[in-house]
């Protein structure tokens, strides 16, 4: 089981505190460092020093680490046209000299986008126009040099596309595709992901999604193991009760909340529930550390949970 920490800077967090997490995340021997895409504070946080732009930062840390993984759970379609992202994250794919994974959603958020101007649709049209962003994108960086690419689609026209620049991974860097939804989200990561994530479900909401992904994948026509499955949780590990405690409150969480719908607990506690994860197929387990400041905390997670998972 790999683990993965997981961040979400719109709660207050600069770009010194990020390269702070993840070179502990580097140092720690966790596999990959990742941000979420938002441009809005959620809850009762002051938000400061405001939003960043996750491929931005992401680009500065790729050149200031050496190792681990890089990417997005996940990036609205909403916030960008399919060209300009497939460039963006080719290029901060070479810039990391290849660790880049590209998580690519609908977009959820509505006061985010009223609060900087960014249209936001409909569900279905939002769905619509992450299908082509996903066949836009991929097939951008999937096309041989020296040939073009074309998209006639609803939304969004290429033509002539030279396709470039290409990403180092080849033939494209990894594309993940998450949530719960019924119909179009297993048939899309069917067709597209190489990773499928369910984020901040139960254990048996996250084996049911995953059969539906199976399902998908089988009556599409490929080999449902191909396509790596993962879970994100929040994370709260606390060697004792009150430590358990001090860092929920700092998160403005209880422990019992934590304890039922995350991954909350001693060491070993974790430790079991991962596993439970585990069992499912899930082979990546992302760690939401809300709580960017404190280190210790992810020092611990290497130190009891990684060892042991």
């Keep these: 089981m790999l683990l993965r920490i997981f961040t979400e800077p719109q709660q207050g967090a600069g770009y010194e505190t990020l390269l702070r997490v993840a070179k502990a995340t580097e140092e720690y021997g966790f596999d990959a460092f990742f941000r979420s895409d938002h441009y809005l504070k959620m809850g009762d946080v002051s938000g400061l020093p405001g939003p960043s732009d996750a491929w931005i930062t992401l680009a500065g840390l ?3 680490t050496r190792r681990i993984r890089l990417g997005t759970l996940v990036t609205a379609a909403t916030f960008r046209l399919p060209g300009p992202l497939a460039i963006s994250v080719a290029n901060v794919d070479d810039m990391s000299g290849g660790r880049v994974e590209l998580g ?3 977009g959820w958020f509505d006061d985010e986008h009223t609060a900087y101007g960014i249209p936001f649709p409909g569900l279905a049209e ?3 126009r992450l299908e082509e962003q996903l066949a836009i994108v991929t ?4 096309t ?3 040939k073009t690419f074309d998209h006639r689609g609803t939304y969004y026209q290429v033509t002539d596309s030279p396709a470039l620049p290409k990403p180092a991974q080849r033939p494209r860097p990894p594309i993940i595709i998450g949530g719960v939804g019924a119909k179009r989200t297993p048939r899309l990561a069917a067709r597209y992901a190489d990773e499928y994530n369910v984020p901040f479900h139960s254990v048996d909401d996250t084996g ?3 059969e539906r992904v199976r399902a998908a994948c089988e009556s599409g026509g490929r080999e449902h193991g191909s396509i790596v499955l993962s879970a994100a949780q929040v994370v709260c590990c606390g060697r004792d009760e009150a430590e358990l405690r001090r860092r929920a409150d700092a998160i403005g969480r209880t422990v019992e909340d934590l304890r039922a719908g995350g991954l909350a607990g001693t060491p070993a506690e974790i430790v079991d529930k991962i596993g439970r994860f585990g069992e499912l197929g899930a082979a990546r387990i992302y760690l939401q550390t809300l709580d960017l ?3 210790e905390h992810l020092e611990l997670l290497a130190s009891d949970v990684l060892p042991q998972v």
């Design 104 to 106: 690519l959603g609908t």
């Design 293 to 295: 400041e404190d280190l």
């Design 208 to 210: 049911a999604a995953y």
């Design 144 to 146: 041989p040099e020296n």
């Design 62 to 64: 790729a050149r200031e």
């Design 126 to 128: 939002r769905f619509d």
């Design 139 to 142: 097939g951008l960086w999937e």
